[in-house]
């Protein structure tokens, strides 16, 4: 039905771009006729310490699945992201850090970059860090958490970066699974002119970290904070010791750089697992080409280096190709609802990657804020995060970008690494709400409950039929499950969780996660993590949790609660248990509406029906669908006359 609007490549972009449509076509037929031959020649955009001579090794199964690139390659992501920049960009801007404060900002140039990594990696060795040693990073957003990323890429030791918004309680979760024996945090976080409490956080987390030996505290506010003589060291400290000097390790191909936990299907997080060369050239690529960087561009994403975005379009790929990358700590609407826009004209952005609950919000509050500054620098747009509803993106179009700026709607995942499935602004026709086409390399297929693969227009499931360089290589310490997770639904297939449909011109529309995870706010969240922190309060008996729509989260969190026998309901209860979940969790879990549920709705064989909740709190009642396993169809009644989105 959106089909009618469609946004031609404007004329000007097919001339600059780096890829029209014609060499779209070619270079996407050869990536898929011969990977081996295309992913040799592209590999090549990083510095290799040992060239690579095998390009690809990958197994979806059924037997085996393992997935290897450029594996006998040797080379470092710190180096590719700094060192090999020197001597032609070495007083080039690496990051323009944008405060809380619209009065706070630094310049940091490739040369001041690389010197406080190389600092900080030395200070990370003096405390005891090696190679292979994971690292947890809880920062926000302050240039010192690239310095720490990029510091722990140096010596080959994972890092392991955990969203500051997180609890205590999942801080603790996330080190302990992966054993990281290092952390690092600061005293306090500042977003929106409000104070974090980073470092009692962490220390509260750390009551159930024995293992943690020692703990490097970033001074961001000088806020007060307990100290554990003997754990914890000063940032600054370490770094005002420590030698400039510090070689990069040689890492192979397929060294570990990162794990960044994910919310799947069932209660606990996966430790999602990248390694080194495929990754850094598949972040680098698709940086390059998805929003058409060429050297000078200004580039901006405002997602948290918390989030995979964060890692590969903050950090890795913008860096890696030498670029200027903006970072952000504060929110879009302090001190008002201009301030994206205000930051743009300050630091004249041209490049603007976001996400659709930002423009959502934003859109609210009417075009005055965005018309209050300029944004004449600004030349694309991208969208990243969930689908980007055609009413939003129509908004995001014409008042953001004035009718001027493609918008490049990016779909892909922590899991995939890097950018999937996007326009490229030189090449794509756009169509407001699709990700439209499949970037180089990338084969996407849409099979039915049956995994037989559909041909043409068709509405299915997401799956890819083969690997790409930056695709996850495992969960930590659980290869089973990863199997499990992404191969074992349509054997033979990557499966990504999410529904989609491809039109008459092949175009895809993603539709949203079709298992039990859902999106809010563009952040994932398990209703099975949601439940199981629900049910841990005392007074909860049973809880099931689903997604129902929202108009600016996206998807917003129902809980449907039991409680123990003798407990009554109360608008107290229920604020607590909200707060509980807040504590539990984040705030970004905090369920937006709570049932409270005399029962829930079950099979015979004890099964709960979500099909039946979801279409409860979608204000869907009227079609609940087959009811007839239901072993006391009562129970749907109340909850229908109670239901809490009208
Ligand atoms: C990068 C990132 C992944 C899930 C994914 C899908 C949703 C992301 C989207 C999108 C529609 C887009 N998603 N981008 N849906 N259009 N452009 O967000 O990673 O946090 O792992 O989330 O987000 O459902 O499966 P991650």
Same mark, same amino acid.
């Given at each position: 039905m959106f089909d009618v609007h469609n946004f031609p490549v404007p004329a000007e972009w097919a001339k600059r771009a780096w890829v029209d449509a014609a060499k779209y076509q070619e270079m996407y037929r050869r990536s898929i006729d011969d990977p081996e031959g295309f992913w040799a020649e592209h590999g090549k955009r990083l510095d290799w310490i040992k060239p690579y001579s095998k390009v690809k090794d990958c197994s979806f199964g059924p037997d085996d699945v393992h997935i290897r690139w450029f594996e006998d390659g040797t080379l470092n992501a710190s180096a590719n992201c700094l060192d090999r920049h020197l001597e032609k960009r070495?007083?080039?801007? &690496?990051i323009i850090w944008e405060g809380d404060n619209p009065k706070e900002d630094r310049k940091i140039t490739y040369r001041e970059l690389h010197e406080e990594v190389c600092r900080f990696a030395n200070g990370l060795k003096s405390i005891g860090v090696k190679r292979g040693d994971r690292v947890t990073i809880y920062l926000p957003m302050i240039p010192e958490i690239a310095v720490a990323v990029l510091a722990c890429a140096r010596l080959g030791a994972p890092h392991s970066v955990v969203f500051g918004g997180f609890s205590p309680d999942s801080l603790a979760g996330r080190i302990v699974d992966c054993d990281s024996h290092y952390l690092i945090t600061s005293d306090e976080g500042v977003r929106g002119g409000r104070p974090i409490p980073l470092k009692a956080n962490a220390d509260t987390a750390l009551e159930r970290c024995p293992d943690v030996k020692k703990v490097v505290v970033v001074k961001r506010t000088g806020g007060k904070v307990d100290w554990v003589d003997g754990r914890d060291v000063w940032y600054e400290d370490l770094v005002a010791k420590a030698s400039p000097d510090c070689p990069p390790e040689e890492m192979? +191909?397929?060294?570990?750089l990162f794990l960044l936990y994910t919310s799947g299907s069932t209660g606990k997080p996966k430790g999602v697992l990248h390694t080194t060369g495929g990754y850094m050239v598949f972040a680098a690529m698709t940086h390059q080409y998805v929003f058409d960087y060429h050297d000078g561009d200004i580039y901006w994403c405002t997602?948290?280096?918390?989030?995979v975005t964060g890692h590969s379009y903050i950090l890795y790929g913008p860096l890696a190709n030498g670029a200027t990358t903006l970072m952000f700590?504060?929110?879009?609407? !302090?001190?008002?609802?201009s301030r994206f826009w205000q930051v743009v004209d300050k630091h004249k952005v041209n490049i603007f990657y976001t996400a659709p609950t930002a423009i959502r919000a934003l859109m609210r509050e009417g075009e005055g804020p965005v018309k209050a &500054?300029? /944004? &004449?620098?600004?030349?694309l747009l991208g969208s990243v995060g969930e689908p980007i509803n055609p009413e939003a993106w129509l908004w995001y179009h014409?008042?953001?970008?004035?009718?001027r700026c493609p918008i490049v709607d990016t779909w892909w995942q922590t899991e995939t690494g890097g950018i999937m499935i996007t326009p490229l602004p030189g090449a794509t026709k756009l169509k407001p709400g699709s990700g439209t086409l499949p970037f180089f390399g990338v084969q996407p297929a849409l099979v039915d409950g049956d995994g037989k693969i559909l041909d043409g227009a068709a509405d299915g499931n997401l799956c890819m039929l083969d690997s790409w360089p930056?695709?996850? /290589?495992?969960?930590f310490g659980d290869h089973e499950r990863f199997v499990q997770t !992404?191969?074992?639904?349509?054997?033979?297939k990557y499966f990504s969780g999410d529904g989609c449909r491809r039109d008459e011109d092949g175009y895809y529309w993603i539709t949203g996660r079709v298992d039990d995870v859902i999106n809010v706010s563009g952040h994932r969240m398990g209703t099975a993590e949601v439940e199981s922190a629900l049910v841990?309060?005392?007074?909860?008996a049973e809880a099931a949790v689903v997604g129902y729509p929202h108009d600016i989260k996206g998807q917003g969190i129902y809980a449907y609660v039991t409680l123990i026998a003798g407990e009554e309901p109360s608008d107290a209860l229920m604020a607590e248990l909200r707060k509980w979940v807040r504590k539990e969790i984040?705030?970004?879990?905090?369920?937006?509406l709570i049932q409270w549920a005399p029962g829930l709705p079950k099979t015979?064989?004890?099964?709960?029906?979500r099909r039946i909740l979801r279409k409860i709190a979608e204000n869907q009642?009227?079609?609940?669908?087959?009811?007839?396993?239901? +072993?006391?169809?009562?129970v749907v009644d109340d909850l229908v006359e109670n239901r809490q989105n009208r």
């Open positions: 070495g007083d080039q801007t &690496a192979n +191909a397929e060294d570990p997602a948290d280096v918390g989030w700590e504060g929110v879009p609407n !302090y001190p008002d609802a &500054a300029s /944004r &004449a620098s600004l030349r014409e008042v953001v970008g004035d009718g930056g695709q996850m /290589r495992t969960i !992404y191969f074992s639904t349509f054997p033979g841990a309060h005392d007074k909860v984040g705030p970004i879990a905090t369920p937006d015979r064989s004890g099964k709960i029906m009642h009227g079609a609940l669908g087959d009811i007839s396993t239901l +072993a006391d169809p009562a």
